[in-house]
């Protein structure tokens, strides 16, 4: 039976893996401070024998006794009101953070998978965006708490790899959605819908026209989980490239949730990328893995999870 640990293990992404390493057989690890993250995202894996909750900051070591095979790094504050909200500390689970789970890693003799993001190539002056295009990012910026976070917690993943040989892979995710993101979560999926259930204005910034790739957080599971697989050292691309504009995103989720918010328009944030698409041709070919999952249909999963809680 594997042996893995997730941190961050208690937010959107890390407790859907979570719940699919639990039921490939692994015993896993949960590790999470709750800074950003929720019990009840894993309230339903606390009494099964194979998971284990731990309430820590990573940014502090960790010791862990017995045989680990995987650590998964997914531990940081990953939507743009709580990163620019906790600035610091999205810094230091960057640095700090990933410093801690690689010598983890290489203690154990575990691979190492460090979730990392589309925002390290900031607003790219290449499109689609394939793994070996640099990036265009502003490091002083407000949203380069994260940008850079991830840039330097990338180039710590694979310096260790260089020096120790150690077995890293890399996730680049693009804008990921499904239950269990936060009411507050503050990205454009959850705020449409929360907004179009509550029947207040759906908030578009600047004139919509920006694109964005939208995966399914099932279909981005399916992809890390098979890169576990792998003996591929490196990064990964994974996101849906089907593109669309934001406020066709609005009109959708206000067509599918019935609802009668208007559409209003907000100025554009500062450095808020024109478009994003992930190239994933490494993926095709490395995993055999493509999104499965369209927009209608992870929307309206995504919308039964939100009207649950919205309407309580």
């Not at 999926?189 to 790739?213: C, H, M, W």
Request: some cysteine; glycine content about 8%; hydrophobic content about 35%.
């Amino acid at each position: 039976m594997p042996r893995s640990l997730i941190t961050g293990g208690a937010g959107f992404l890390g407790s859907h893996m979570c719940d699919r390493l639990v039921a490939e057989g692994h015993q896993v690890i949960c590790v999470d401070n709750l800074l950003t993250g929720r019990k009840e995202n894993i309230a339903h894996l606390l009494k099964c024998e194979a998971f284990t909750f731990i309430q820590h900051d990573v940014i502090e070591p960790l010791e862990v006794e017995g045989d680990v095979d995987f650590v998964l790094h997914f531990a940081s504050p990953a939507s743009p009101k709580d990163y620019i909200e906790y600035p610091i500390e999205t810094l230091k689970v960057g640095a700090f953070g990933t410093y801690n789970m690689l010598e983890l890693a290489r203690k154990k003799g575990a691979v190492f998978i460090l979730a990392s993001t589309s925002e390290v190539y900031g607003d790219p002056q290449i499109h689609p965006q394939p793994e070996d295009y640099w990036g265009y990012v502003n490091p002083i910026g407000p949203r380069s708490v994260y940008d850079e976070a991830k840039r330097y917690a990338e180039a710590l993943t694979m310096a260790y790899h260089r020096k120790y040989k150690l077995d890293v892979k890399i996730v680049r995710i693009f804008n990921t959605y499904g239950p269990r993101m936060k009411v507050d979560d503050g990205r454009v999926v959850s705020n449409f819908i929360v907004q179009a259930l509550k029947g207040e204005p759906i908030t578009v910034y600047g004139d919509g026209s920006q694109k964005r790739s939208f995966c399914y957080v099932d279909d981005l599971v399916e992809g890390i989980l098979r890169l576990m697989q792998t003996n591929y050292i490196g990064v990964v691309n994974l996101g849906n490239p089907e593109e669309y504009t934001v406020l066709q995103l609005a009109e959708i989720v206000k067509e599918l949730t019935g609802s009668s918010s208007q559409i209003v328009f907000h100025p554009l944030p500062q450095d808020d990328p024109r478009k994003r698409q992930p190239d994933i041709s490494l993926a095709k070919k490395l995993l055999n893995w493509e999104p499965k999952v369209s927009l209608r249909e992870g929307l309206k999963r995504t919308i039964a999870y939100f009207q649950n809680i919205v309407q309580r």
